[in-house]
DNA sequence: TTAAAAATGATAATGATTATTATTATCAAT
DNA sequence: ATTGATAATAATAATCATTATCATTTTTAA
């Protein structure tokens, strides 16, 4: 994989914003920084960083793909009202993946934790 | 929600399939035993049936959606071979709610715990 | 049984993602 | 520095899953 401006641009906003974007979200915060960036490039370059493992995969509630840069095991907590996506930290469950195996013989190359409730906000915007 | 025959027949077949079919499998599943069945209503009742609670959905890893009734708790195995969706008793992780309760004071209304890996099937297929 | 409400089938519309293609950037070896 | 091979890009068309629309049919409750 060679490098590119564009790739690393990508990278950069990610690591530099804690609100777990969609592709669409993160070619909105892109394009002011390079306004010639294509939508497409954006996909694909998500893919790639998906790929060699230093950009994650998170499922929305709305059938929304969310991305988020990889830095240490976190799990996600997604408010059923506004839809956004917030960390939970490694210590609410540890050494999943052994309990597996221990437990069913499966060995699991990744483990996705995700709550689904009411954020904070929400609760008291009601 | 009024009786409908297209929605008992489509809880029935979820029902009697472990597969955890996507829509459009389950939509093939069914037009043999009502072939006047349209996709839109599968996709209709599905979404009802979910929101009411009966079943419930879990996102693939290639952006498939899966269907799954509900019978007691429990979370899943996605294959990153063949994508089969296989369960994992309840056991493996249990009262994660509490935890999270305790630890950020997050209140969660369902909890999704996957597992991805390869299957053993797959395994041994190489 | 009959009218109101809900559900259906058929199909068009939508929206997110991927494929295509001509052009441009990257990079190792001259 | 220049070149050639390859990979990446922008722009846009194509794909595919899902949702909306709407005329018709079923269901339900009076």
Request: glycine share 4%.
């Amino acid at each position: 994989m060679n490098y590119s401006k564009q790739r690393e641009l990508i990278l950069d906003v990610l690591r530099q914003n804690p609100v777990h974007p969609t592709a669409d979200k993160l070619y909105e915060l892109v394009r002011p920084l390079m306004p010639s960036i294509s939508l497409a490039t954006v996909y694909r370059n998500l893919n790639l960083l998906v790929e060699c493992g230093a950009v994650r995969k998170i499922s929305g509630l709305d059938g929304s793909v969310h991305y988020d840069h990889c830095v240490e095991k976190h799990y996600h907590f997604i408010c059923t009202c506004c839809n956004k996506v917030y960390d939970v930290p490694y210590n609410v469950a540890q050494d999943l993946e052994l309990k597996l195996k221990s437990l069913t013989g499966l060995e699991a190359q990744s483990t996705e934790l995700t709550f689904k409730g009411l954020c904070s906000d929400c609760q008291n915007s009601n």
